[in-house]
């Protein structure tokens, strides 16, 4: 392992992006500080980003909506004269490992999504103010965005390059917003997405690329303007105070394992396998609202969010090798409810509806996750509500059934709440049981009809929530057995086999991202034409082109 | 037959590309042409538009007799389109063609790369017209006004050039293009030109002398690089303009050399020994050499900044496809492919300037802009002659390339003139020794006034030694128009 990618920061250690709020607005400014990319070798010239870049834009997101509630627009700007954003850096590309490039994506791909959704969930509309040349990655991040405006000067303008130029995809949602989002004509996005230069002022307008484009000396009052409009449409409240995200509480452990202050992560280098235990909530529920953001960060709902999140992050980036991720917990299962019952309960409260959200997204990022993912439902656990939708959203569940010889703790169970039927759908706009019961509608109405009652194996058997159900005399042997197999197959043919199961039903612009165009970038990400010692993303910046092998596959 | 040579006047656009028989072209042109006059009308003060000057028209593309003059109003100047005679069998002289035929039309694959050198060279010709748009209203000369409206008719020459190529060879997309170089406009808040340095008004005529010096022979080695372009009419469109340009420099050189000598001869007058005896030198009424040094650190400068980062994927790109070749291209013995030829460039390593060897292709910028200083040293000695002559104990030379960067692996760092890394502080306390100052500008400016009477020039400058087209001193350069 060379150095460990660290996905906490906060705007103090920012070297690439300023955040100011004004009342309703806050403006984000790139500005990529060439000489601080994540690793050596590269330069991060006209605003060109790397996976460094994109964990400050991801925190600064998080904490707009986090520490400011009162924020309902969300200006993104360059700070760079005559150039808003270069994109993903091509160096960075081509000297990168195949899985960090795919990893860099994915990681991409679902901050972009977090700040699409903000508006529409959240009431926080993110407008993008372009000036100067708006090109691939950059252009995927106005893409992402509400509304975009481009200054019509006769050199700014929109462009995705990346098929021409270094024969590679617009990777980050490009492809797919022009035509799902922006619903571009797709002859015209034919063109587009064939031309190096881009599309400049009114063409963009035409072409459905850009929202508006305004001269400068309109500029700034059209981006004011927006602001205005869509902060109108925000139900976020002015008057309230935001909570810090304080720094996690995390011990990086000498075995390679994390201890923070909810969830633990072990590993298992031989056997190629992290565990990743979520404790229960020590404390009751907070009492009132009040009491909620009193506790802040501290709130086992948004610690626990938090904590899993960095973990899987860590996993993602840093432990390449561990092929299965096994998820256990412990703790009491009424007390998981009620702490989300409390917030289920106040989801009028901007605080309360946040943690939520951002469970969403949390089990989001499991579910995209390319490891084996298994549960296992052990006594002492507390898979209840939102910790039950990790059940759903791994590969395999193995639950232990009945009383276990010599364990004390109490018989492993399943809660089934609300937030199982609702509150964080998958990419595919369904629950996890909806698209687990795709063939059996029936099926998720009957385990609603049991939500509440914490159910033991048989039960839970019975309603197709696990997999598979051991007693204490199979259990040891049986679960043993499938890691190890797991662990023994091709992690290339897991990683299709799984992507492709757990994303059963229909398409949704967010299943195309991540299913069709990164499936295909992450192909196209393996094959000479482009990565190949000639090939056009090796040769970026020598002056020859690529070599390309001229048969179509 | 079409005459290749001579210019035809047949359409209302003079050429010698057989304008009025290629009729979607001249259609473009033609629908083009009022809003470059709409430009031009708006651009020049009105007085000067009406007054007629005596210049230079292209008549053929013959180096032995391409021109004519005559007096003639700016807005009827025939601006037209000249390409330098086709070479028979050119072949593409570098990069990965290198040896086969030059294309006559354009390689699909190089679309977009060659329509965008043409655009960035195309908005760098109007721009400096605009640059220098009132510098007639304080000309210390009938002569020098003439040079000036000389250089502008052929800067807009050079815009038509381009547009040509634009609408000749690159469709719609050309077309609209072509409309944009009108659209921007320098200094602009709305659009501003493409380049920095032409967005910055020329506010006297040492900066237009020290402009036409250093930032046309920017404009120069472009010009040399592109005529080595594989794609022929470029190459031929470039070869003639460098005719032009040739002219644009002459009075960059000698405006300077004049604006010297006179200072030498005044203070020399007045007995003046020390050329820092700054208040003094001023108080005559002409410019002191250290200010002109401080005018030449920053013209040398910022031209150097229009050569771009030392080291360019979109420079290796173009010369590897053979789009855009090097100074001289042909005068070089290598394979003109740089397969693995490399070249020294500046860098830093902890903090120390040090040169390393990359692969010459992606120093094709840097190798351009070692050219330009070489092919700008000599000016400089000429200048330098020109005061020993006078006696004056002074020599202007040319800063360090590091000094006063804003592009490149200089930039964000301070160096003095003579290239020594400094402390912002170290540099903030001196610089006022370098650079002009507002209080330098403000008195050039003082300096400033028209001279229009014929033979007469205004006191900071000498007479030239000849006159343009061998005329005697007093000779009426423009007749203005006096509304």
């Not at chain 1, 994109?54 to 005559?82: C, N, T, W, Y």
């Not at chain 2, 030498?264 to 820092?276: A, S």
Request: glycine letters at 8%; aromatic letters at 10%.
């Amino acid at each position: 392992m060379s150095k460990r990618i660290d996905f906490q920061t906060d705007p103090s250690k920012y070297r690439h992006w300023k955040v100011s709020t004004d009342g309703e607005v806050a403006t984000l400014t790139m500005d990529v500080d060439p000489s601080a990319g994540l690793f050596e070798g590269y330069e991060l010239k006209l605003n060109s980003y790397d996976l460094g870049v994109d964990i400050e834009l991801a925190d600064a997101v998080q904490r707009l909506r986090f520490e400011h509630p009162e924020v309902k627009a969300v200006v993104m700007q360059s700070g760079k004269d005559r150039v808003f954003c270069a994109g993903a850096n091509i160096r960075m590309l081509a000297g990168a490992a195949h899985a960090h490039k795919v990893n860099f994506c994915k990681f991409t791909n679902e901050t972009r999504n977090t700040f699409e959704a903000a508006g529409a969930e959240s009431g926080q509309y993110y407008i993008c103010a372009v000036k100067g040349a708006c090109a691939g990655g950059g252009y995927e991040l106005a893409l992402a965005c509400d509304h975009i405006i481009l200054a019509d000067d006769a050199s700014s303008s929109v462009a995705l390059p990346e098929v021409p130029l270094l024969a590679v995809l617009p990777g980050t949602g490009g492809l797919t917003r022009v035509t799902d989002k922006r619903k571009v004509r797709r002859d015209l996005a034919d063109v587009f997405c064939a031309m190096e230069e881009g599309v400049r002022g009114k063409k963009a307008v035409d072409w459905r690329l850009v929202d508006d484009a305004v001269p400068n000396s309109k500029f700034d009052e059209t981006v004011a303007a927006r602001v205005s409009e869509y902060a109108a449409k925000s139900q976020r409240p002015a008057d309230a105070k935001g909570i810090e995200l304080t720094p996690l509480k995390r011990t990086f452990n000498d075995d390679g394992g994390v201890t923070y202050s909810t969830v633990e992560v072990e590993v298992d280098r031989a056997k190629r396998r992290a565990t990743i235990t979520i404790n229960g909530p020590a404390d009751a529920a907070p009492a009132s609202v009040e009491a909620l953001h009193a506790e802040g960060a501290e709130t086992w709902m948004l610690r626990c969010a938090r904590e899993l999140d960095d973990a899987i992050l860590h996993l993602r980036l840093n432990e390449l090798e561990l092929g299965v991720v096994v998820f256990r917990t412990q703790g009491d299962p009424e007390q998981v409810v009620a702490h989300e019952r409390f917030l289920l309960d106040n989801r009028s409260n901007w605080l309360a509806k946040e943690i939520l959200l951002y469970w969403k997204r949390v089990l989001k990022r499991v579910d995209m996750t390319s490891r084996s993912l298994v549960a296992l439902v052990e006594p002492g656990s507390c898979f209840s509500g939102v910790l039950a939708e990790i059940l759903f959203a791994v590969d395999r569940t193995y639950m232990a059934e009945g009383d276990f010889e010599g364990d004390n703790r109490h018989v492993a169970s399943i809660t089934l709440t609300e937030a199982n039927f609702g509150p964080f759908p998958m990419a595919n706009d369904l629950t996890r049981l909806e698209t687990r019961f795709l063939g059996e509608p029936e099926r998720v109405g009957a385990a609603r009809e049991r939500a509440g009652e914490a159910l033991e194996a048989f039960d839970a058997n019975e309603l197709g929530l696990v997999t598979f159900a051991y007693d204490d005399i199979d259990w040891e042997d049986e679960v043993r057995i499938f890691l190890e197999e797991r662990a023994s197959f091709s992690p290339d043919a897991l990683t299709g086999m799984e992507a492709n199961l757990r994303f059963a039903g229909p398409e949704t612009m967010e299943t195309r991202i991540f299913g069709r165009l990164t499936a295909w970038q992450n192909w196209i990400f393996q094959r000479p034409n482009a990565v190949g010692e000639d090939g056009a993303l090796r040769r970026y910046g020598t002056g020859v082109r690529g070599e390309y092998d001229l048969r179509r596959v | 037959m079409l005459d290749l040579i001579n210019v035809s006047y047949d359409t209302q656009i003079p050429n010698n590309v057989g304008l009025s028989s290629d009729k979607r072209v001249l259609k473009a042109l033609e629908r083009w042409h009022p809003g470059y006059i709409n430009w031009w009308n708006d651009l020049i003060p009105r007085d000067f538009q009406e007054s007629l000057v005596y210049l230079r028209t292209a008549v053929s593309v013959d180096p032995k007799g391409w021109a004519k003059f005559d007096y003639v109003k700016m807005p009827e100047y025939r601006w037209g389109i000249l390409l330098a005679p086709q070479v028979e069998d050119r072949t593409i002289p570098c990069g990965e063609h290198a040896g086969q035929p030059a294309w006559q039309e354009v390689p699909g694959e190089y679309r977009n790369m060659l329509k965008r050198l043409i655009v960035i060279q195309g908005d760098t010709e109007p721009a400096s017209v605009e640059q220098q748009r009132f510098l007639a209203l304080s000309a210390p000369s009938l002569y020098d006004m003439r040079n000036l409206f000389q250089v502008n008719v052929e800067e807009g020459r050079h815009l038509w050039a381009m547009v040509y190529l634009l609408h000749k060879y690159f469709g719609a997309d050309g077309r609209e293009e072509a409309d944009d170089l009108l659209r921007r406009s320098s200094g602009s808040e709305e659009s501003p030109r493409m380049l920095g340095a032409f967005n910055e008004e020329t506010p006297d005529w040492l900066s237009f002398f020290m402009f036409t010096y250093f930032t046309d022979r920017d404009g120069k080695m472009q010009l040399e690089a592109l005529a080595q372009s594989g794609f022929d009419p470029l190459s031929r469109t470039c070869r003639f303009m460098l005719t032009e340009e040739a002219h644009h420099m002459f009075v960059g050189e000698t405006g300077v050399g004049r604006t010297i000598q006179r200072t030498c001869e005044v203070m020399k007058e007045n007995g003046i020994e020390d050329p820092y005896d700054i208040d003094r030198i001023r108080a005559l009424g002409v410019i002191d050499l250290p200010t002109i040094q401080k005018k030449l650190n920053l013209h040398y400068t910022l031209s150097l900044d229009l050569f771009g980062q030392e080291v360019s994927t979109n420079a290796a790109n173009a010369f590897n496809a053979g789009v855009k070749g090097r100074f001289h291209e042909h005068k070089i013995d290598d394979d003109h492919q740089l397969k693995d030829a490399t070249y020294p460039v500046w860098d830093f390593d902890n903090g120390q300037l040090v040169q390393k060897d990359v692969p010459a292709l992606t120093a094709i910028n840097m190798r351009l802009r070692d050219d330009y200083t070489k092919d700008a040293t000599g000016g400089i000695g000429r200048w330098n002659k020109i005061i020993e002559k006078t006696g004056v104990n002074f020599q202007l030379k040319l800063p360090h390339e590091s000094f006063n960067r804003k592009i490149g692996v200089f930039a964000d760092k301070t160096f003095d003139p003579d290239g020594n890394l400094l402390s912002g502080a170290e540099y903030d306390a001196k610089v006022g020794e370098w650079l002009p100052s507002h209080a330098d500008g403000d008195f050039i400016q003082s300096l400033m006034v028209q001279v229009t009477e014929p033979g007469k020039f205004a006191g900071w400058i000498a007479p030239p030694r000849v006159g343009i087209d061998n005329k005697p001193g007093d000779f009426e350069y423009v007749q203005l128009h006096m509304a």
